[in-house]
Protein backbone atom coordinates (compact mmCIF):
# COMPACT_ATOMS: atom_id res chain seq x y z
CA UNK A 1 0.00 0.00 0.00
CA UNK A 2 2.78 2.51 1.18
CA UNK A 3 4.62 2.06 -2.47
CA UNK A 4 1.15 3.18 -4.61
CA UNK A 5 0.83 5.87 -2.04
CA UNK A 6 5.09 6.88 -3.03
CA UNK A 7 4.19 6.28 -6.10
CA UNK A 8 0.77 8.72 -5.77
CA UNK A 9 2.75 11.40 -4.40
CA UNK A 10 5.14 11.77 -7.18
CA UNK A 11 1.98 11.93 -9.56
CA UNK A 12 0.50 14.92 -7.33
CA UNK A 13 3.35 17.11 -7.27
CA UNK A 14 3.84 17.28 -11.10
CA UNK A 15 0.30 17.60 -11.65
CA UNK A 16 0.06 20.30 -8.90
CA UNK A 17 2.93 22.41 -10.18
CA UNK A 18 1.74 22.11 -14.03
CA UNK A 19 -1.45 23.60 -12.74
CA UNK A 20 0.39 26.03 -10.91
CA UNK A 21 1.55 27.34 -14.29
CA UNK A 22 -1.87 26.63 -16.25
CA UNK A 23 -3.72 29.23 -13.40
CA UNK A 24 -1.09 31.82 -12.90
CA UNK A 25 -1.20 32.09 -16.49
CA UNK A 26 -4.72 33.06 -16.96
CA UNK A 27 -4.76 35.25 -13.53
CA UNK A 28 -1.95 36.99 -15.32
CA UNK A 29 -4.08 37.21 -18.59
CA UNK A 30 -7.14 38.22 -16.89
CA UNK A 31 -5.36 41.04 -14.59
CA UNK A 32 -3.71 42.48 -17.93
CA UNK A 33 -7.01 42.75 -19.31
CA UNK A 34 -8.52 44.64 -16.05
CA UNK A 35 -5.85 47.04 -15.90
CA UNK A 36 -6.15 47.48 -19.80
CA UNK A 37 -9.75 48.14 -18.86
CA UNK A 38 -8.96 50.88 -16.56
CA UNK A 39 -6.50 52.48 -19.18
CA UNK A 40 -8.33 52.29 -21.95
CA UNK A 41 -12.35 51.23 -21.38
CA UNK A 42 -13.77 48.08 -23.01
CA UNK A 43 -12.97 48.72 -26.51
CA UNK A 44 -16.49 47.69 -27.25
CA UNK A 45 -19.71 49.37 -27.98
CA UNK A 46 -23.05 49.39 -25.63
CA UNK A 47 -25.66 47.41 -26.66
CA UNK A 48 -29.43 46.92 -25.29
CA UNK A 49 -30.07 43.16 -24.70
CA UNK A 50 -33.35 42.01 -22.98
CA UNK A 51 -34.17 45.47 -21.90
CA UNK A 52 -30.79 45.84 -20.20
CA UNK A 53 -28.12 47.77 -21.91
CA UNK A 54 -24.72 46.10 -21.19
CA UNK A 55 -20.94 46.88 -23.03
CA UNK A 56 -20.72 44.00 -25.82
CA UNK A 57 -18.22 41.79 -25.79
CA UNK A 58 -16.76 39.04 -28.19
CA UNK A 59 -17.69 35.10 -27.83
CA UNK A 60 -16.21 33.37 -30.48
CA UNK A 61 -12.18 32.75 -31.35
CA UNK A 62 -12.02 34.64 -34.09
CA UNK A 63 -13.43 37.94 -32.64
CA UNK A 64 -11.80 37.41 -29.49
CA UNK A 65 -8.24 37.04 -31.20
CA UNK A 66 -9.14 40.20 -33.81
CA UNK A 67 -10.11 42.04 -30.29
CA UNK A 68 -6.92 41.05 -28.70
CA UNK A 69 -4.47 42.59 -31.76
CA UNK A 70 -6.27 45.62 -31.38
CA UNK A 71 -5.50 45.68 -27.64
CA UNK A 72 -9.39 45.76 -26.83
CA UNK A 73 -9.65 45.28 -23.13
CA UNK A 74 -12.99 43.12 -23.13
CA UNK A 75 -10.94 40.83 -25.64
CA UNK A 76 -8.05 40.05 -23.16
CA UNK A 77 -9.91 39.60 -20.44
CA UNK A 78 -12.49 36.78 -21.86
CA UNK A 79 -9.13 34.76 -23.66
CA UNK A 80 -7.74 34.82 -19.61
CA UNK A 81 -11.47 33.72 -18.69
CA UNK A 82 -11.10 30.95 -21.54
CA UNK A 83 -7.29 29.85 -20.14
CA UNK A 84 -9.26 29.33 -16.78
CA UNK A 85 -11.55 27.13 -18.22
CA UNK A 86 -9.30 25.24 -19.69
CA UNK A 87 -6.96 24.52 -16.56
CA UNK A 88 -9.00 21.65 -15.26
CA UNK A 89 -8.66 19.82 -18.82
CA UNK A 90 -5.03 20.39 -18.12
CA UNK A 91 -4.95 18.42 -15.00
CA UNK A 92 -6.49 15.66 -16.41
CA UNK A 93 -3.88 15.63 -19.59
CA UNK A 94 -0.84 15.75 -17.21
CA UNK A 95 -2.54 13.44 -15.39
CA UNK A 96 -2.84 10.82 -17.87
CA UNK A 97 0.85 11.61 -18.56
CA UNK A 98 1.94 11.47 -14.87
CA UNK A 99 0.12 7.49 -14.01
CA UNK A 100 1.93 6.55 -17.57
CA UNK A 101 5.01 7.45 -16.20
CA UNK A 102 4.69 5.56 -12.57
CA UNK A 103 3.41 2.35 -15.53
CA UNK A 104 -0.06 2.65 -13.67
CA UNK A 105 -2.15 1.41 -16.88
CA UNK A 106 -5.74 1.03 -14.67
CA UNK A 107 -5.73 4.75 -14.50
CA UNK A 108 -3.82 5.98 -17.79
CA UNK A 109 -6.80 4.14 -19.04
CA UNK A 110 -9.35 5.61 -16.62
CA UNK A 111 -7.77 8.99 -16.91
CA UNK A 112 -8.15 8.52 -20.96
CA UNK A 113 -12.23 8.23 -20.45
CA UNK A 114 -12.66 10.70 -18.53
CA UNK A 115 -10.64 13.43 -20.90
CA UNK A 116 -12.80 11.48 -23.96
CA UNK A 117 -15.75 11.99 -22.23
CA UNK A 118 -14.99 15.69 -21.29
CA UNK A 119 -13.96 16.54 -24.85
CA UNK A 120 -16.85 15.27 -26.07
CA UNK A 121 -19.34 17.70 -23.42
CA UNK A 122 -16.79 20.18 -24.42
CA UNK A 123 -17.41 19.74 -28.03
CA UNK A 124 -21.16 19.66 -27.67
CA UNK A 125 -20.41 23.08 -25.97
CA UNK A 126 -18.59 24.74 -28.50
CA UNK A 127 -21.67 23.54 -31.34
CA UNK A 128 -24.64 24.43 -29.67
CA UNK B 1 -15.49 50.18 -10.39
CA UNK B 2 -17.82 49.66 -7.29
CA UNK B 3 -19.53 46.48 -8.61
CA UNK B 4 -15.61 45.50 -9.59
CA UNK B 5 -14.51 45.71 -6.09
CA UNK B 6 -18.13 44.08 -4.61
CA UNK B 7 -17.48 41.31 -6.98
CA UNK B 8 -14.14 40.82 -6.10
CA UNK B 9 -14.43 40.56 -2.39
CA UNK B 10 -17.41 38.35 -2.71
CA UNK B 11 -15.16 36.60 -5.13
CA UNK B 12 -12.70 36.02 -2.11
CA UNK B 13 -15.05 34.85 0.80
CA UNK B 14 -17.06 32.66 -1.93
CA UNK B 15 -13.29 31.05 -2.90
CA UNK B 16 -12.83 30.48 0.87
CA UNK B 17 -16.21 28.81 1.96
CA UNK B 18 -15.73 26.89 -1.24
CA UNK B 19 -12.13 25.77 -0.78
CA UNK B 20 -12.87 24.11 2.68
CA UNK B 21 -16.16 22.41 2.26
CA UNK B 22 -15.79 21.06 -1.50
CA UNK B 23 -18.59 23.41 -3.06
CA UNK B 24 -18.38 26.17 -5.95
CA UNK B 25 -20.06 29.12 -4.30
CA UNK B 26 -22.63 29.34 -6.47
CA UNK B 27 -25.32 29.05 -4.24
CA UNK B 28 -23.78 32.42 -2.73
CA UNK B 29 -23.11 33.65 -6.17
CA UNK B 30 -26.21 33.24 -7.94
CA UNK B 31 -28.72 35.06 -5.61
CA UNK B 32 -26.30 37.98 -4.73
CA UNK B 33 -25.35 38.71 -8.26
CA UNK B 34 -29.25 38.53 -9.03
CA UNK B 35 -31.27 39.86 -6.24
CA UNK B 36 -28.76 42.68 -5.35
CA UNK B 37 -27.06 43.37 -8.46
CA UNK B 38 -30.46 42.42 -10.73
CA UNK B 39 -28.63 40.54 -13.00
CA UNK B 40 -30.26 38.29 -15.59
CA UNK B 41 -30.24 34.74 -14.31
CA UNK B 42 -28.25 33.56 -17.55
CA UNK B 43 -25.36 35.78 -16.49
CA UNK B 44 -25.33 34.79 -12.68
CA UNK B 45 -25.16 30.90 -13.89
CA UNK B 46 -22.55 31.89 -16.42
CA UNK B 47 -21.01 33.81 -13.54
CA UNK B 48 -20.50 30.75 -10.95
CA UNK B 49 -19.54 28.52 -13.75
CA UNK B 50 -16.23 30.54 -13.80
CA UNK B 51 -16.88 30.91 -9.70
CA UNK B 52 -16.38 27.17 -9.65
CA UNK B 53 -13.32 26.38 -11.84
CA UNK B 54 -11.46 29.31 -9.77
CA UNK B 55 -12.66 27.70 -6.75
CA UNK B 56 -11.37 23.96 -8.09
CA UNK B 57 -8.01 25.20 -9.58
CA UNK B 58 -7.10 27.17 -7.07
CA UNK B 59 -7.70 24.93 -4.29
CA UNK B 60 -6.38 21.64 -5.95
CA UNK B 61 -2.76 23.20 -6.29
CA UNK B 62 -2.74 23.35 -2.48
CA UNK B 63 -4.47 19.94 -2.05
CA UNK B 64 -2.05 18.13 -4.26
CA UNK B 65 0.69 19.76 -2.72
CA UNK B 66 0.14 18.97 0.82
CA UNK B 67 -1.22 15.58 -0.19
CA UNK B 68 -5.06 16.18 1.01
CA UNK B 69 -6.98 14.71 -1.91
CA UNK B 70 -7.25 10.92 -3.68
CA UNK B 71 -6.40 11.58 -7.21
CA UNK B 72 -7.87 7.83 -7.54
CA UNK B 73 -10.35 8.54 -6.58
CA UNK B 74 -11.04 11.85 -8.46
CA UNK B 75 -10.54 10.26 -11.85
CA UNK B 76 -12.46 6.85 -10.94
CA UNK B 77 -15.65 8.92 -9.68
CA UNK B 78 -15.38 11.58 -12.31
CA UNK B 79 -15.90 8.71 -15.16
CA UNK B 80 -19.60 8.77 -13.92
CA UNK B 81 -19.72 12.42 -13.36
CA UNK B 82 -18.73 13.38 -16.53
CA UNK B 83 -21.65 10.95 -18.17
CA UNK B 84 -24.22 12.16 -15.65
CA UNK B 85 -23.31 15.51 -17.03
CA UNK B 86 -23.42 15.05 -20.84
CA UNK B 87 -26.31 12.98 -20.23
CA UNK B 88 -27.83 15.71 -18.28
CA UNK B 89 -27.59 18.45 -20.91
CA UNK B 90 -28.75 15.83 -23.69
CA UNK B 91 -31.76 15.45 -21.52
CA UNK B 92 -32.92 19.08 -20.94
CA UNK B 93 -36.67 19.53 -21.42
CA UNK B 94 -37.20 15.57 -21.18
CA UNK B 95 -38.10 15.65 -17.25
CA UNK B 96 -39.84 18.34 -15.79
CA UNK B 97 -37.03 20.30 -13.55
CA UNK B 98 -39.28 21.44 -10.68
CA UNK B 99 -39.64 17.25 -10.15
CA UNK B 100 -36.02 17.38 -9.85
CA UNK B 101 -35.43 20.57 -8.04
CA UNK B 102 -38.31 18.48 -5.14
CA UNK B 103 -36.36 14.88 -5.56
CA UNK B 104 -32.55 16.51 -5.11
CA UNK B 105 -33.63 19.02 -2.49
CA UNK B 106 -35.42 16.77 0.05
CA UNK B 107 -32.12 14.35 -0.95
CA UNK B 108 -30.45 17.54 0.66
CA UNK B 109 -32.60 17.17 3.99
CA UNK B 110 -32.47 13.59 4.02
CA UNK B 111 -28.36 14.64 4.02
CA UNK B 112 -28.84 17.50 6.74
CA UNK B 113 -29.89 14.93 8.89
CA UNK B 114 -27.73 12.21 8.52
CA UNK B 115 -24.78 14.42 8.58
CA UNK B 116 -26.35 16.02 11.90
CA UNK B 117 -26.50 12.39 12.95
CA UNK B 118 -22.79 11.61 12.33
CA UNK B 119 -21.68 14.85 14.56
CA UNK B 120 -23.28 13.69 17.56
CA UNK B 121 -22.27 10.57 17.09
CA UNK B 122 -20.21 9.19 20.32
CA UNK B 123 -17.67 7.31 18.24
CA UNK B 124 -17.30 10.96 16.44
CA UNK B 125 -15.03 11.63 13.27
CA UNK B 126 -14.38 7.31 12.98
CA UNK B 127 -12.35 6.31 10.09
CA UNK B 128 -13.21 3.25 8.26
CA UNK B 129 -10.29 0.86 7.52
CA UNK B 130 -11.76 -2.22 6.44
CA UNK B 131 -10.78 -3.78 2.85
CA UNK B 132 -13.02 -4.42 0.17
CA UNK B 133 -12.59 -5.73 -3.22
CA UNK B 134 -13.41 -3.14 -5.41
CA UNK B 135 -11.14 -0.58 -3.50
CA UNK B 136 -8.16 -3.11 -3.54
CA UNK B 137 -8.83 -3.39 -7.54
CA UNK B 138 -8.25 0.01 -7.67
CA UNK B 139 -6.23 1.17 -5.76
CA UNK B 140 -8.32 3.69 -3.93
CA UNK B 141 -7.11 3.62 0.26
CA UNK B 142 -4.69 6.59 1.08
CA UNK B 143 -3.65 8.55 3.86
CA UNK B 144 -3.50 12.07 4.74
CA UNK B 145 -1.69 14.24 7.23
CA UNK B 146 -4.52 16.10 9.03
CA UNK B 147 -2.64 19.60 10.52
CA UNK B 148 -5.67 19.56 13.55
CA UNK B 149 -5.16 16.51 14.86
CA UNK B 150 -1.28 16.22 13.80
CA UNK B 151 -1.59 12.68 12.71
CA UNK B 152 -1.29 10.91 9.62
CA UNK B 153 -4.85 9.21 9.10
CA UNK B 154 -4.98 5.85 6.72
CA UNK B 155 -8.54 5.36 5.75
CA UNK B 156 -9.75 2.92 3.41
CA UNK B 157 -13.67 3.48 1.74
CA UNK B 158 -16.72 1.24 0.94
CA UNK B 159 -19.76 1.41 -0.85
CA UNK B 160 -17.87 2.44 -3.92
CA UNK B 161 -20.91 1.41 -6.08
CA UNK B 162 -23.32 3.69 -4.31
CA UNK B 163 -20.81 6.32 -4.47
CA UNK B 164 -20.38 6.03 -8.28
CA UNK B 165 -24.22 5.92 -8.48
CA UNK B 166 -24.57 9.43 -6.28
CA UNK B 167 -21.71 10.74 -8.53
CA UNK B 168 -23.53 9.82 -11.96
CA UNK B 169 -26.60 11.40 -10.01
CA UNK B 170 -24.87 14.76 -8.99
CA UNK B 171 -23.64 14.71 -12.71
CA UNK B 172 -27.09 14.73 -13.84
CA UNK B 173 -28.18 17.46 -11.83
CA UNK B 174 -26.01 19.76 -12.66
CA UNK B 175 -26.41 18.99 -16.74
CA UNK B 176 -29.79 19.15 -15.96
CA UNK B 177 -30.76 22.16 -13.77
CA UNK B 178 -27.11 23.96 -14.16
CA UNK B 179 -26.57 23.82 -10.42
CA UNK B 180 -23.00 23.11 -9.34
CA UNK B 181 -22.45 19.69 -8.30
CA UNK B 182 -20.23 20.11 -5.03
CA UNK B 183 -22.37 19.34 -2.02
CA UNK B 184 -23.25 15.72 -3.57
CA UNK B 185 -19.79 15.21 -4.39
CA UNK B 186 -19.13 15.56 -0.65
CA UNK B 187 -22.27 13.65 0.31
CA UNK B 188 -20.67 10.74 -1.90
CA UNK B 189 -17.40 10.44 -0.59
CA UNK B 190 -18.58 10.99 2.89
CA UNK B 191 -21.66 9.94 3.40
CA UNK B 192 -21.67 6.78 1.19
CA UNK B 193 -18.37 5.69 0.80
CA UNK B 194 -16.99 6.31 4.53
CA UNK B 195 -14.16 8.26 3.58
CA UNK B 196 -12.64 11.37 6.03
CA UNK B 197 -14.86 14.70 5.38
CA UNK B 198 -10.90 16.53 4.81
CA UNK B 199 -10.19 14.58 2.08
CA UNK B 200 -13.94 14.25 0.54
CA UNK B 201 -13.40 18.11 0.52
CA UNK B 202 -10.54 18.28 -0.90
CA UNK B 203 -11.40 15.28 -3.85
CA UNK B 204 -14.50 17.20 -4.51
CA UNK B 205 -12.58 20.31 -5.34
CA UNK B 206 -10.26 18.97 -7.71
CA UNK B 207 -13.05 17.08 -9.39
CA UNK B 208 -16.13 19.88 -9.86
CA UNK B 209 -13.45 21.92 -11.92
CA UNK B 210 -13.70 19.20 -14.08
CA UNK B 211 -17.28 18.32 -14.01
CA UNK B 212 -17.61 22.32 -14.82
CA UNK B 213 -15.50 22.92 -17.57
CA UNK B 214 -17.44 20.40 -19.21
CA UNK B 215 -20.20 22.65 -19.21
CA UNK B 216 -18.12 25.78 -19.02
CA UNK B 217 -17.85 26.17 -22.83
CA UNK B 218 -21.08 25.80 -23.89
CA UNK B 219 -22.06 29.44 -21.25
CA UNK B 220 -18.52 30.87 -22.76
CA UNK B 221 -19.78 30.58 -26.50
CA UNK B 222 -23.37 31.33 -25.92
CA UNK B 223 -22.34 34.89 -24.49
CA UNK B 224 -23.17 33.52 -20.50
CA UNK B 225 -20.14 34.73 -19.62
CA UNK B 226 -19.66 38.62 -19.08
CA UNK B 227 -16.11 40.34 -19.17
CA UNK B 228 -17.06 42.56 -16.57
CA UNK B 229 -18.23 39.83 -14.04
CA UNK B 230 -16.13 37.05 -14.60
CA UNK B 231 -12.70 38.60 -14.19
CA UNK B 232 -12.83 40.40 -10.72
CA UNK B 233 -14.60 37.37 -9.30
CA UNK B 234 -12.35 34.99 -10.96
CA UNK B 235 -9.74 37.11 -9.36
CA UNK B 236 -11.08 37.04 -5.78
CA UNK B 237 -11.89 33.44 -5.82
CA UNK B 238 -8.44 32.48 -7.00
CA UNK B 239 -6.88 34.01 -3.94
CA UNK B 240 -9.94 33.19 -1.34
CA UNK B 241 -10.14 29.54 -2.71
CA UNK B 242 -5.39 29.83 -2.45
CA UNK B 243 -6.61 30.88 1.89
CA UNK B 244 -9.38 28.46 1.97
CA UNK B 245 -7.43 25.26 0.89
CA UNK B 246 -5.08 26.38 4.08
CA UNK B 247 -7.10 26.57 6.33
CA UNK B 248 -9.17 23.95 5.77
CA UNK B 249 -6.31 21.85 7.01
CA UNK B 250 -5.83 23.18 10.25
CA UNK B 251 -9.55 23.30 10.94
CA UNK B 252 -10.91 20.55 12.95
CA UNK B 253 -12.83 17.97 10.68
CA UNK B 254 -16.03 18.46 13.11
CA UNK B 255 -15.85 22.47 12.96
CA UNK B 256 -15.58 21.70 8.93
CA UNK B 257 -18.83 19.08 9.43
CA UNK B 258 -20.73 21.78 11.18
CA UNK B 259 -20.14 24.73 8.91
CA UNK B 260 -21.70 22.34 6.22
CA UNK B 261 -24.61 21.19 7.74
CA UNK B 262 -26.34 24.77 7.64
CA UNK B 263 -25.59 24.92 3.89
CA UNK B 264 -26.74 21.91 2.55
CA UNK B 265 -29.83 22.34 5.00
CA UNK B 266 -30.03 26.31 3.26
CA UNK B 267 -29.68 24.66 -0.22
CA UNK B 268 -31.71 21.81 0.45
CA UNK B 269 -34.64 24.03 1.45
CA UNK B 270 -33.94 26.39 -1.53
CA UNK B 271 -34.13 23.97 -4.09
CA UNK B 272 -37.31 21.98 -2.64
CA UNK B 273 -39.23 25.09 -2.40
CA UNK B 274 -37.91 26.29 -5.83
CA UNK B 275 -39.46 22.61 -7.18
CA UNK B 276 -42.89 23.96 -5.79
CA UNK B 277 -42.28 27.24 -7.09
CA UNK B 278 -41.40 29.86 -4.85
CA UNK B 279 -37.62 31.39 -5.39
CA UNK B 280 -36.06 32.31 -2.27
Do not use: C
Not at chain 2, 175 to 192: C, H, N, Q, R, Y
Amino acid sequence: MQSTHDETRKVELVIGKILRVGVITSAIVILIGMALYFMNGAGYPTIVKNGQSMIDFPKRFSDIFAGIIAGKSYAVIMLGVFLLILTPVLRVVVSIYAFYKEHDNLYVIITTIVLIILMIAMFLGYRS
Amino acid sequence: MNSMLLLLIMGVGAGILGAILGIGGGMIITPVLTIMMGLDIKYAIGASIISVIATSSGSTIAYLKDDMLNLRVAMFLEIATTIGAIMGALLVGVFSSNFLYVLFGFFLLYSTYNMIRKLFDKKGESVYTGHDPIVDKFKLASTYYDKAEQKQIDYSMKNVPGGFIMMWAAGLASGLLGIGSGAFKVIAMDTIMKMPLKPSSATSNLMMGVTAAASATVYFFNGSIRPDIAAPLAIGVLVGATVGARLMQVLKPRVIRMIFIPIILYMGVQMALKGFGVNI
